[in-house]
Nanobody
Framework: QVQLVESGGGLVQAGGSLRLSCVFS????????MGWFRQGPGKEREFVAT????????DYADSVKGRFTISRDNAKNTVYLQMNSLKPEDTAVYYC??????????????????WGQGTQVTVSS
């Protein structure tokens, strides 16, 4: 049974930083592409970042490029999202997700097979 458990969310002032973590279990971690998505109040879930199985390829939404960094540690079955220069518009529930296809780094929610429960990030102005 695959499980993804996020942590690291919280309340931070604009300009601050947070690091989210997501621990993956139930399948070989290096066999999945990992992604981060977010869903703000009254909004649809949107793509934030993705990383391939080895960590050698990443992709970011334009809104976070240059501020957020996705990384993974396959020895720890964990994917991270380092978020710097946070803005109030980054406020959302952040979800990690896993895609069984290692041949793509998708941006659509439909590309991912497994999801975590989400962690709240609130950025105050």
């Amino acid at each position: 049974q695959v499980q993804l458990v996020e942590s690291g969310g919280g309340l931070v002032q604009a300009g601050g930083s947070l690091r989210l973590s997501c621990v993956f279990s139930g399948r070989t971690f290096s066999s999945v592409t990992m992604g981060w998505f977010r869903q703000g109040p009254g909004k649809e879930r949107e793509f934030v970042a993705t990383i391939n199985w080895s960590g050698g390829r990443t992709d970011y939404a334009d809104s976070v490029k240059g501020r957020f960094t996705i990384s993974r540690d396959n020895a720890k079955n964990t994917v991270y999202l380092q978020m710097n220069s946070l803005k109030p518009e980054d406020t959302a529930v952040y979800y990690c997700a896993a895609d069984r296809s290692i041949w793509r780094e998708g941006r659509s929610v439909n590309d991912y097979d497994y999801w975590g429960q989400g962690t709240q990030v609130t950025v105050s102005s």
